[in-house]
């Protein structure tokens, strides 16, 4: 089994930037990607973001695109998720997630986090 320690998150004003980290219990080839996804209260969680750690190829989702970008760091297993240019209805709890590729991630995770809450004020 794997988890997934996600930190970050908070509360921010419309227009601030964010950074979101999760790190990887271990290696496996359940995390060659890892990605983020989003719960808004009320609503189904969705992808957000995914990223392939041996390549670096990246997927957003089109609500974030030009905005969010995710990142890795291969020495700690440790994936990124930095956003800008906030808005008030990227609030949510932002969960981690891993998988094989990212595809997998994007659409059946094999590990999540636990998740926390990102509160973007206007």
């Known amino acids: 089994q794997v988890q997934l320690v996600e930190s970050g998150g908070g509360l921010v004003q419309a227009g601030d930037s964010l950074r979101l980290s999760c790190a990887a219990s271990?290696?496996?080839?359940?995390?060659?990607?890892m990605g983020w996804f989003r719960q808004a209260p009320g609503k189904e969680r969705e992808f957000v973001a995914a990223?392939?750690?041996?390549?670096?190829?990246?997927r957003y989702a089109d609500s974030v695109k030009g905005r969010f970008t995710i990142s890795g760091d291969n020495a700690n297993y440790t994936v990124y998720l930095q956003m800008n240019s906030l808005k008030p209805e990227d609030t949510a709890v932002y969960y981690c997630?891993?998988?094989?590729?990212?595809?997998?991630?994007?659409?059946?995770?094999?590990?999540w986090g636990q998740g926390m809450q990102v509160t973007v004020s206007s």
């Open positions: 997630a891993s998988g094989k590729t990212s595809t997998q991630v994007a659409n059946k995770p094999d590990y």
């Open positions: 271990r290696r496996t080839f359940s995390t060659n990607a």
């Open positions: 990223i392939i750690r041996g390549n670096g190829s990246t």
